[in-house]
């Protein structure tokens, strides 16, 4: 039988619930449907995502930064 398997994760810019085929690996890229974010599995189990370093992510890591929270 063969199944489609299918995982969820939340968007770390939108927090939206993202389908990500279960053939993924760490380092595949994702597409976040409701923000148009490019994120990058950094982890299996749980899954979960993160701004790929080259990416519009960093720069927007280093705003946040920058405001000293
Ligand atoms: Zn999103």
Not at 15 to 34: N, P
Not at 45 to 51: K, R, T
Request: glycine letters at 2%; hydrophobic letters at 40%.
């Amino acid at each position: 039988m063969t199944k489609v398997k299918t995982r969820r994760a939340i968007c770390p810019m939108c927090a939206s619930e993202i389908i990500v085929s279960s053939k993924l690996v760490e380092g595949d890229r994702v597409i976040c449907l409701t923000c148009d974010a490019n994120l990058e599995i950094v982890m299996l189990d749980p899954l979960a995502l993160y701004w790929p370093d080259e990416d519009e992510g960093k720069q927007y890591a280093q705003k946040i930064d920058r405001r000293d929270y």
